[in-house]
């Protein structure tokens, strides 16, 4: 049994639960309620310094960083190899797409919410660099899912399982234009479908609409 220390309005939380729902990860769930600053008690500083969540826990082990997280469930619960191939080809433009996640579009959310969240700003910052860079992320998922049916290819990985969640929420931020951007809304319609993911995102995205919507003026 693992331990998920978790926020489900948290993307990356989401990614995580989404992994242990779809390779059946025997996992105790446990709540961090990061708005109170539970995050920051000496137990948790102790297993993440980073002071973020997820983490999780397997014996001694202690995993931070969702991306981190994805990789090790599917290593070590990944039944089907199609999800985080062991080519090295293939293993790498995951990666790749991993990183996109966790260097580009979560960054670029993340200066959204953390003043919205943190330093009580009541208004989606009105900073045009934040929502331009949105939109360019936008433009790169596009470009990516013109070029295969999902970010790495043409099956699921856990590439997409990160994005996912990120996309989401990106999305209550900041419209997804789907004229625009037509890929990017069929990929989000292809993968709500699947009982795993909506298992994993759906009641963590409420969360986090609720405490958008209720940090806004
Ligand atoms: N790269 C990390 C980001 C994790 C992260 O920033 N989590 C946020 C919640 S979405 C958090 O715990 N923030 C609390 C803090 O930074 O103090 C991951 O993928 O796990």
């Not at 790498?92 to 580009?104: E, P, R, W």
């Not at 208004?123 to 790169?140: C, M, N, S, T, V």
């Amino acid at each position: 049994m693992v331990n998920l220390y978790k926020l489900d309005a948290s993307p990356p939380t989401r990614a995580c639960l989404i992994a242990c729902e779809l390779f059946n990860v025997p996992v105790q769930l446990i709540d961090v309620n990061v708005l109170d600053g539970e995050h920051l008690t000496p137990d948790l500083l102790k297993k993440n310094p980073l002071h973020t969540v997820p983490i999780l826990e397997d014996g001694s082990l202690v995993i931070q960083d969702s991306h981190a997280i994805l990789m090790y469930l599917a290593d070590v619960y990944g039944k089907q190899e199609s999800f985080y191939p062991k080519d090295p080809k293939h293993r790498a433009l995951v990666n790749q797409k991993l990183y996109f996640n966790g260097t580009i579009l979560f960054p670029r959310m993340r200066n959204i919410t953390i003043p919205l969240v943190v330093e009580g700003i009541k208004e989606i910052p009105k900073k045009r660099q934040y929502l331009d860079a949105i939109e360019e992320a936008y433009g790169f998922i596009e470009e990516f899912l013109s070029r295969s049916k999902y970010l790495a290819g043409d099956n699921i990985t856990i590439a997409d399982i990160a994005a996912y969640p990120t996309v989401t929420s990106l999305i209550l931020l900041l419209e997804l234009n789907t004229q625009k951007y037509p890929k990017t809304q069929a990929w989000l319609k292809d993968l709500e479908k699947l009982p795993y993911v909506q298992k994993g995102n759906a009641k963590g995205l409420l969360d986090f609409k609720d405490i958008v919507e209720s940090k806004l003026a």
